[in-house]
């Protein structure tokens, strides 16, 4: 009976976090990044490649990442994987690397025997070249190589990235900014789909959905079955990394943090360290000015703070006092300097009280809330 209702909780989380998983459908898109890029030979980096320096060789790279639509006005993250220069770069430089080595061979060859080479010829030498230098891993290290050290140059000329959404409209994505591995693009478009991801601590489930455009998309899930992340590449995107990017290019307005502050200055009220309070009121107070609870405790610390220093200052004037008077009096009145001090501190202490007294029918002597 227990393993039924186990199981019947288990097929209802996984109905219920498929169902949310689905509402969110129209909002992944799938974005395909064409680049055009140009590799050219700058110095002789490899056996017979001294002829081809000043060449260029044309390279498109392409990649296709999921992301999502995260504003109505048309904003999309997506996973950065291989969409950085770098990586473009290296891909560029992999689709050439035979057509470099084809032409090295065929001048090779021609200048020997006045003729191009043939298909046959040419694939042999490549074989050649890939066996003299200790095999195909080898040869792209030294491809590799030249190109950090500036003897083959790469340029991204053109790049283009079309965003694909619901269900085939098709728009050229603008990139806007980068953060964390995660890519912001901005299409034309209006009145969109957002994705809708609720902020979690546990993530126990892959949930995987077909896409309007064919492809699947994967969600991380809680407990609850409510989508919490969308995996995109090599990426987890979840609400953190979707609003540090929009506040990074300012499409959204950070909030000012003052909680922490906040709740730090009522544990050092409660323990006694009024000076310290205050200052994080006081920064609370800069970030929201009108934090009402925040002006209440400044106002009760500030009054209290005064009191002490007029209470400090009072006993600080009777000690001088008395021992002015001490030193004064001629000796067979001494003995009567101890009653002249408890008259003295009579009236500073009543001093004290009316002072006192006269601040709390104005001043807050204490806050009426403890939040």
């Known amino acids: 009976m227990l393993k039924l209702v186990f199981f019947s909780f288990l097929i209802v989380g996984v109905l219920f976090a498929a169902s949310n998983s689905e509402t969110n459908k129209p909002a992944i898109v799938n974005v395909t990044m064409n680049v055009s890029a140009v590799v050219t030979i700058e110095e002789n980096f490899i056996d017979d ?53 084809y032409d090295a061979g065929n001048t090779l060859h021609a200048n020997k025997y006045l003729e191009n ?29 030249a190109y950090q050290d500036g003897k083959i140059k790469i340029s991204i000329s053109t790049e283009i990235f079309e965003v694909n959404y619901l269900g085939g409209q098709k728009k050229y994505g603008k990139v806007i900014g980068a953060k964390n591995g995660i890519v912001l693009l901005k299409i034309d478009d209006d009145n969109l789909p957002v994705i809708s991801l609720v902020s979690s601590q546990t993530n126990n489930n892959n949930l995987i959905i077909q896409t309007p455009q064919g492809n699947s998309a994967t969600f991380l899930s809680n407990g609850n079955g409510e989508s919490t992340a969308l995996i995109s590449g090599d990426k987890i995107i979840d609400n953190v990394l979707i609003d540090e990017i929009m506040e990074e290019n300012g ?3 950070k909030e000012p943090d003052y909680k ?4 730090s200055g009522v544990e050092l009220y409660k ?32 009054n209290k703070l005064e009191e002490d220093q ?29 009653y002249i001090m408890i008259i003295l501190l009579i009236v500073l202490f009543t001093a004290i009280g009316s002072r006192i007294t006269g601040n709390k029918k104005h001043k807050k002597t204490r806050p009426s809330i403890q939040k």
């Open 49 to 101: 490649s001294q002829p081809l320096i000043g060449e260029n060789y044309s390279a498109t790279v392409e990649n296709n990442v999921q992301g999502a639509i995260v504003s109505s006005d048309g904003y999309v993250v997506l996973s950065g994987e291989n969409l950085d220069n770098e990586s473009v770069a290296k891909s560029a430089l992999l689709n050439t690397k035979d057509s470099i080595i």
């Open 117 to 145: 080479a043939s298909k046959e010829q040419l694939d042999n030498y490549r074989k050649q070249v890939s066996e003299g230098v200790g095999g195909e891993t080898k040869l792209v290290d030294i491809f590799t190589k």
């Open 251 to 253: 499409i959204i307005k």
């Open 260 to 263: 922490k502050d906040y709740e």
């Open 310 to 338: 007029f209470k400090s200052a009072i006993l600080d004037k009777a000690y001088s006092l008395g021992k002015s008077v001490k030193n004064k009096l001629p000796n067979k009145l001494l003995v009567a300097f101890p």
């Open 271 to 302: 323990q006694g360290n009024e000076s310290e309070a205050l200052d994080k009121f006081k920064t609370v107070l800069k970030l929201q000015p009108d934090h009402s609870y925040a002006k209440e405790y400044v106002d009760v610390i500030e």
